[in-house]
DNA sequence: ATTATTTATGCAATCGATTGCACAACTAAC
DNA sequence: GTTAGTTGTGCAATCGATTGCATAAATAAT
């Protein structure tokens, strides 16, 4: 069985005195084929152990069956997730997908979204980099008339297919819970509030606060960059400055863990003295002591959304591909880190 | 710029008055082109946005620069990393990543070697899955000549290039490492000791303990899955017993992560009374607390490494491929789970 | 029995880049 | 000035599947 060579249409052709259209046509289920030599045809190449060139139908038809996925980062818990959710439904619709990651820089942008336009993927998923700075590739995709789905960070001037969860609600959730907690004086860790998500945050906090008849306090309100050492920065300065609070709701798990462990480092109770609300539902968020309240993404359903959304511009005339945003409600994962009363 | 139609070397080839063929020498950097006419191409290529068509080249070239990534599962921090780490690489060198899971179930993975090939990449990275019942499709890829590289779960009935990591090197440090705390009776959590990783573990852990005079005892052996239940369950065992323990050294950081809930539970002191080793470095072992001592497998870099083997075999010839076995050391990341001195 | 229609298949071009071979034009050697 | 060698391009086939158009054969309609 050194079958080395790959068998082709054409050798399935020879064996049975017919030709290559007819074998490619029966092989597609076209219905001009008769019954009897379809049925040779599928017999032989199960013979001669056919497998299609894809590379040579995708030439042809021009579809590659090719997803390209851009995301920021493939081994953060978020988007390997995403990746993972859009990979389940591409992969039961004999589609591949193609990744990389810009690790948040442009350029890398930029030269992904052309790697992919030359891999020829019939389409591409993406999530906008934290410092994008201009959408020009996308452009081309769409101009090509090929798909595209952008999740979590979007942007208005892209008209085109997006799922992101509502920010806005989710912080508003979270703040609502701990002011339901009891807590009043209630700081919230941020990031320059360039990007949508942030600035949703942010004013779902703001509203929540206001709904309740509390102030919103800027010197509450900190912006860094979200990771843990912030977080601990963050929570240093609060307790320096002896500011008064009993809460933190932080748009980051990584920023809220990273103010668990200074609060805990100063002798303070969570969530007695500060109840604790972080953003992500980061894996690590429910091994923390005590596990942290945080909101959850539904990542994976985030990315069977984006697949669907994706097959649906696909599968819709060129002319007046199908653009659809949807919005995926978060839930707030309550945990002991910001549960004061017991229900 | 409605330039909806892509330009081939066939436009370029008629606005210089030459040949399609001599467009393709001059963009290869043929030295038979002079060096005007290559002058002129790459000109002209430039003003009429000229990419070049993957997959019309592939097709006669036979290389589709594809890799096909098969991991058990796309959003653990383990094989995202190790899939970032692929990426790097691969993106450097202007090669694509195709991922693809196969969930630990068989026919996935068989399926998804089927759709690699079908695919035609120029060669697959993989990890075996666990309920694996033979390499049939591995054999096959290997038949065909293209390059195979099996990272973490491996196997010796196949004759490719392997990365792995010292799993016996990881467990013998670990072990080793809670001796010298004072450690002496220490209980170890594995799995069916079918795959070679976890064997390779538990031969560390019972050469440890021999080699410093400690006898083995198989009543602090626990069987399971490995998951945060299998260390709860196995911790509860333990005490419920009343088993004479002071330290677990568990082949994964979930079991672990169980475990010290439990201890914790039950008022004993991490690492005072039962010191906590785990394995694999998953990110949330730093945000633990105490934060868990485990062992290091370098994920990221077994990407690359994983990687620079496949393009070694992919650039050797085809009738004397490279084989080569990459052993990986792991590192002891001592936390506090298991610093009972001082350093 | 003749025409119209359906059914099943073949022919040949096509997708875009690559490449072995041929060949013209020019240079160098004797 | 004839032969040998070098240099730069072109020609045409090829990679494997797909598809519009043509056509032969079989069936239905008149």
Redesign the pocket.
């Known amino acids: 069985m050194e079958n080395t060579k790959?068998t082709?249409?054409?050798d399935i052709?020879a064996k049975l005195?017919?030709?290559?259209?007819?074998?490619?046509?029966a092989?597609?289920g076209?219905?001009?084929?008769?019954?009897?030599?379809?049925k040779a045809v599928l017999k032989t190449a199960r013979e001669l152990n056919?497998e299609?060139?894809q590379i040579?139908?995708a030439?042809?038809?021009?579809r590659t069956q090719l997803i390209g996925m851009l995301v920021p980062t493939i081994n953060r818990s978020f988007f390997s997730s995403i990746i993972r959710g859009v990979e389940e439904v591409a992969n039961s619709l004999d589609y591949r997908v193609i990744v990389s990651q810009s690790n948040e820089v442009f350029e890398n942008e930029e030269n992904a979204v052309r790697a992919f336009l030359n891999a020829r993927v019939d389409g591409i998923i993406a999530s906008i980099g934290k410092n994008t700075q201009h959408f020009d590739h996308y452009k081309q995709v769409l101009e090509r008339g090929l798909p595209l789905v952008l999740f979590d960070r979007t942007t208005p001037q892209l008209h085109t297919s997006q799922v992101v969860i509502d920010d806005y609600q989710g912080a508003y959730l979270a703040t609502s819970h701990l002011i339901a907690q009891g807590c009043v004086k209630i700081a919230h860790f941020t990031t320059e509030r360039k990007i949508d998500i942030y600035k949703e945050r942010y004013r779902g906090y703001v509203n929540a606060l206001e709904d309740h008849g509390i102030a919103p306090n800027e010197a509450l309100v900190f912006s860094g960059s979200l990771q843990l050492e912030d977080g601990r920065a963050h929570a240093e300065t609060l307790l320096q400055k002896k500011e008064n609070f009993d809460a933190i709701f932080s748009a980051s798990d990584y920023a809220a863990m990273g103010a668990m462990q200074v609060v805990r480092e100063n002798g303070l109770k969570i969530p007695e003295d500060v109840a604790l609300v972080g953003f992500l539902n980061e894996p690590f968020t429910s091994f923390t002591d005590p596990p942290l309240t945080t909101v959850n993404q539904f990542p994976i359903e985030m990315g069977h959304t984006a697949a669907n959304l994706f097959f649906n511009a696909l599968n819709s005339e060129k002319e007046k591909i199908v653009t659809k945003k949807t919005v995926i409600q978060p839930e707030l994962v309550i945990r002991a880190s910001s549960l004061k009363k017991k229900p």
């Open positions: 790959k082709t249409i054409h052709a005195n017919v030709t290559a259209s007819t074998v490619s046509r092989l597609k076209n219905p001009r084929i008769s019954d009897s030599t379809r056919y299609p060139n040579a139908s030439l042809r038809s021009g």
